[in-house]
């Protein structure tokens, strides 16, 4: 299910002195099946971004399609929409308010006038897919971890089985813990069948997990690669006030000390591994 947006620029509060251009002549089209990483400074206009491609807000000028459907048309049925396009917003578990962990987790599909038991289903397959077991069914969601907490959320959106899920700061406010428990979690998401658009403003994170990486810049698209092709791009990247992951300033910082290593490696098991194959090279040529 495609996302295509076209020369869509988007201004709040138009015409008052608050006016502000978040989003400039954005052209972008985001295949089914892919994991995309979106990252920028801030006000670069993420957010406002994604907010767009499920029809939360609507362009000021510009379309955006989902699935072939004009999300301004008079005739686009945005609820359908928000069920396939699902929206995880920052600390999403701020939102969480049900009883209990299943009456949380079973709104959504209520509200898609489901009968009982496919809800029921729905559920139960939600709590499986994010790690919880029939133990957390009937507990408060307001006595969780963090962590747990933000599962619980996170199930509450994929109980109404989207075809692509957005998230935006997954791991923000968690421990190292918990924080590794949800990106192990949302890694696996394209893998059933769904198209994943994770916001981050980690860079490791990105180039761990994303299959393209788009860089946003005073409301426009300002790169859009593969990690390795945009976190080469060191210089450009740091001129807006972006970072690189540590693997490419390991690379970095080892190359500008006479070792040879190939550039590309943008997570730390790649680096690892070409410092590895440097170091059996050297201790090959040593031997002849």
């Known amino acids: 299910m495609p996302i295509t947006l076209s020369h869509v620029s988007y201004t709040y509060q138009p015409g008052t002195p608050y006016e502000w251009h978040a989003l400039d002549d954005v052209n972008l089209e985001i295949p089914d099946g892919e994991f995309w990483g979106i990252i920028g400074p801030t006000g670069s206009g993420k957010s406002t971004l994604i907010q767009h491609m499920n029809g939360l807000l609507k362009p000021t000028q510009g379309q955006v399609l989902v699935d072939g459907i004009d999300l301004s048309a008079r005739a686009?049925?945005?609820?359908?929409?928000?069920?396939?396009?699902?929206?995880?917003?920052?600390?999403?578990?701020?939102?969480?308010?049900?009883?209990?962990?299943?009456?949380?987790?079973?709104?959504?599909?209520?509200?898609m006038k489901l009968p009982a038991d496919e809800v029921e289903r729905r559920v139960r397959r939600a709590m499986e897919r994010v790690g919880l077991d029939e133990s957390f069914r009937d507990r408060s969601p307001f006595g969780l971890s963090g962590g747990q907490a933000r599962r619980v959320a996170l199930a509450g959106v994929l109980a109404m089985e989207p075809r692509v899920l957005i998230l935006d700061e997954p791991t923000a406010g968690l421990d190292p813990r918990g924080r590794e428990e949800i990106l192990s979690l949302v890694g696996a998401f394209p893998a059933l069948g769904m198209s994943v658009v994770l916001v981050s403003h980690s860079m490791d994170d990105v180039a761990l997990m994303a299959d393209k990486v788009l860089v946003m810049h005073r409301g426009k698209v300002h790169m859009l690669g593969t990690p390795p092709e945009l976190f080469s791009r060191r210089a450009e990247l740091e001129a807006i006030g972006l970072g690189v992951p540590a693997a490419v300033q390991l690379i970095d910082m080892l190359r500008s000390r006479g070792w040879e290593l190939p550039a590309g490696a943008v997570t730390i098991e790649q680096a690892v591994e070409a410092i590895r194959k440097s170091l059996r090279t050297k201790a090959g040529g040593g031997r002849g």
């Open 76 to 111: 686009a049925n945005l609820r359908q929409v928000r069920q396939k396009v699902g929206l995880v917003f920052q600390y999403p578990e701020y939102q969480l308010f049900g009883e209990t962990i299943h009456e949380d987790i079973a709104f959504g599909p209520r509200n």
